[in-house]
């Protein structure tokens, strides 16, 4: 653009130090509000901070625990599903039987759970389906490789309708506190920068305490009896579920236990209002897997007979795009109000003929806190105005710095023909 350029090579002076000390904070202010743009949504190269510190919390709180619960996650956007667990309970039994179940019933559980928030977030879809699972099992405490064996084959065995994810990757949680850092799990699980992973969709608001015993009575009754097709003494699913139902029904207080109410049986109700009142009523023990087990079993027992797992897949899909409530009413053809209500007047559950049912639930949310997408917003425009600003200052500086070599040039050219 300028010609004077060349000619004023030979005439350019050193810049000051302050203008070199005010350049280099307006950068560093220009591209560190970038930085962290990039760090809280994923940006190139970077994985969406908050899903990331979550599953990080999750994993290494799971490893860290002596006694862990199972646990999974299907982070919006990735198609990975993790999975958290101890597969054994107190010695490494190694014999096959016909209650020795090498943690698979568990890891299929907390798979049902993978599919569950995949097909809430439309990540899973039941036409979609992998006839290859990669499946990784972290085994960093040493667990008898039988372990490993048998989770890996599981997902070999599993039924076509379930193959809905492409990646598994399995952590053996021993109590060892083992800690995985981001890089770890970047490189194990989800890749370099997290392709895909959504840095503020979740899909927990749709979800529904009818999933714990959806995952029991899949895993149960529908996976593991093909999964253990081919042990020499399969476990038996079915009769585990069976022994476990007469537990359930017993924990709490069926048949009419008048605190056990389904409400809209979101997980907010069951963790909020029906854990502490059946707490309240004494009895403790009656927590989210049972609840939803005695749920799944009126509906398969008293309701619906012919519901079929694919119903229920089709059940979760619909559920991330009109609500829990509405895809009930959609896939058993009975509202929630009515089959609440039936449940709470059936006088083998809650016993109450004055019962009328509780509404649907409604479709939420899907963010991982209804206020984050505003907080990220905030910080995101905050982060915004600053870069601009420095931006701003970093034109102005060069605008400075032109316009006094500009003023310097016709000096310089002059004297150049003496
Ligand atoms: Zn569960």
Redesign the pocket.
């Known amino acids: 653009m300028r010609a004077q350029s060349s000619e004023s090579k030979g005439d350019e002076r050193v810049p000051s130090w302050k203008l070199v000390a005010l350049t280099a904070t307006l950068l560093l202010f220009f591209v560190g509000p970038l930085i962290l743009i990039s760090w809280l949504w994923g940006g190139p190269g970077f994985c969406p901070a908050i899903p990331m510190m979550e599953i990080m919390t999750n994993i290494n709180d799971k490893m860290a625990s002596p006694n862990p619960d199972g646990g999974a996650d299907l982070v919006w956007g990735t198609g990975v599903c993790t999975i958290y667990l101890k597969p054994y309970d107190e010695d490494f039994d190694e014999t096959e039987s016909e209650t020795n179940d090498f943690g698979v019933k568990i890891v299929m559980?907390e798979y049902v759970?993978c599919l569950q928030h995949g097909l809430v977030s439309g990540d899973a879809d039941p036409a979609v389906r992998y006839d290859d699972i990669e499946v990784i099992v972290e085994n960093p405490c040493g667990i008898p490789d039988v372990y490993v064996e048998k989770t890996k084959d599981a997902f070999v065995a599993l039924p076509d309708a379930f193959r809905l994810v492409r990646k598994v990757v399995v952590f053996f949680a021993c109590g060892g506190g083992q800690e995985y850092a981001q890089s770890d799990i970047e490189t194990l699980v989800y890749g370099a920068g997290c392709p895909g992973m959504s840095a503020v969709k979740a899909p927990y608001a749709n979800l529904n305490g009818f999933g714990?015993g959806d995952?029991e009575y899949l895993s149960l009754n529908v996976m593991m009896p093909s999964v253990v097709a081919s042990w020499e003494t399969p476990f038996d699913g079915p009769a585990y579920w069976e022994s476990r139902q007469a537990e359930c029904r017993g924990d709490c207080g069926m048949p009419g236990q008048e605190a056990f109410r389904l409400g809209d049986l979101s997980e907010t109700h069951v963790d909020e209002r029906l854990i502490p009142s059946m707490r309240d009523a004494g009895f403790d023990g009656c927590r989210n897997?049972c609840i939803g087990e005695i749920v799944i079993t009126f509906l398969l027992e008293e309701r619906r007979p012919e519901t079929t797992p694919d119903d229920v897949l089709a059940l979760w899909r619909l559920a991330g795009k009109v609500g829990f409530g509405a895809a009930w009413e959609s896939v058993t053809g009975e509202s929630w109000r009515t089959f609440s209500e039936a449940f709470e007047r059936d006088p083998e559950y809650t016993d109450d003929t004055q019962s009328e049912g509780s509404e649907g639930q409604a479709l939420g949310t899907t963010y991982l806190d209804e206020s984050l997408p505003a907080v990220m917003a905030g910080v995101t425009a905050c982060l915004a105005v600053v870069a601009c600003a420095s931006l701003g200052g970093l034109g102005r500086a060069a605008q400075k710095t032109i316009a006094a070599r500009r003023a310097r040039g016709p000096e310089t050219r002059e004297t150049i023909p003496k």
């Open positions: 559980h759970h714990e995952a897997n």
